[in-house]
DNA sequence: TGTTTTGTTATTGTCCTACAAGTTTGTTAG
DNA sequence: CTAACAAACTTGTAGGACAATAACAAAACA
């Protein structure tokens, strides 16, 4: 899939924030059809992973200072959602037991220095909140790409120390979850976020778009 | 442009919450080749107006009981945040005065039953205040389509008086906002989105898709 | 030299046709 | 009435053609 592909390779950074992505090479690249090509970038776009213009074509995200806090602030209000229901809503205490087992292979993973196997459990693990918090539209918003540009393009913010910070947050909104407490689970989910957000404005000018 | 053709449908009764949108039949209908109307049809489920599955084509979405509730708990969260965003914000008094010119005239159209016109002029003053918030992303999620699926699948909701309820909300935001009061800003928000949500759970069965 | 104009090229937007894959509908036999 | 089968329809995908536009390079001019 043509999606995923551009995904991992914005992980691995055969693809940058800004580049441009040319139909005629993604049809060769991938060995389908034009209209298959366009249906993905299309795509692409409805999940903000890229941004296109008439005649111009598309291009990967590029984040100026004001577009990552802006995008960032709603992250924060539906992580905070996410929170509030999982704990007011969740009543299947093995999915529970299970996010406590993805939790601690995730730690074990981020001292291993797996970085691209804790990236994508972490991913799932989000995902497993969004499960108990019982609420398909957030699976409909989830999946949404710009999360991984902004990953991409302020990789220097995703390092151990704040994959272990993130660690510590996740085994938090568990508790708050475990004991019934929206209040809490939110409040955790969103400092989890904001605590992202402002490393990122701390960046200095250049690692930002203009 | 399909796109807003079928919004306009969606609006008048010519297109119904459930109906197959077959490729065939929008290419003679709008005399355009099928690979625009397939971009289009991408679109719609981009928005969250149609659903589609494998080979079986796209329909305008249908919202179950839990799925309406499961998109107003995040469009709850998402009119909060524009409210507080757009109180603690706002710095243009020109935009604020236009606004509430905005509100006085959709009281006009509100009493001469003009419901078209005054749909779209909600739409609108929704739209200006998302500018009064400062936040470009917000402009990425709000012409999200998924709301007008909503207003013709619960019609019944949506009357005069509902209008006039939603108006009064209106005020008390811009009052909220002219007096820089977040917390208010955003408590007016909410209960203007939880209001449409628990009238819409007040519904029979049989308004809901199963 | 620097700037404006013009022409070339590359890319996208849209259309069309064709065929394979899959679903839905209709028919017939039991 | 049900099950199996066949026909018709719809979608998914490939590939080609053409016009519209943008990006770039070259030429003309001040």
């Given at each position: 899939m043509i999606v995923s592909e551009i995904l991992r390779g914005l992980y691995d950074g055969r693809y940058v924030p800004g580049q441009k992505l040319v139909e005629s090479d993604l049809t060769k690249r991938f060995g389908v059809g034009r209209g298959t090509v366009r249906e993905a970038l299309q795509r692409l776009e409805a999940e903000g992973l890229t941004t296109a213009s008439l005649h111009r074509g598309a291009r990967i995200r590029s984040f100026t200072r004001d577009g990552v806090r802006d995008l960032l602030e709603i992250t924060e209000a539906i992580a905070g959602l996410t929170g509030r229901l999982a704990a007011e809503r969740s009543r299947s205490t093995e999915d529970l037991t299970e996010l406590r087992g993805s939790i601690e292979e995730l730690s074990r993973l981020i001292e291993a220095g797996e970085t691209f196997a804790s990236a994508q459990l972490r991913f799932s693990i989000l995902h497993a909140i969004a499960a108990l918090a019982?609420?398909?539209e957030l699976f409909r918003l989830m999946p949404r790409y710009d999360a991984s540009v902004v990953r991409a393009q302020?990789?220097?913010?995703?390092?151990a120390k704040g994959a272990r910070a993130e660690l510590e947050q996740f085994r938090k909104v568990l508790d708050y979850i475990l004991a019934r407490d929206g209040d809490g689970a939110e409040l955790t989910m969103r400092k989890f976020v904001r605590r992202t957000a402002v490393a990122i404005q701390h960046l200095p000018d250049e690692y930002f778009d203009h």
């Open positions: 019982c609420n398909q302020f990789r220097v913010v995703f390092d």
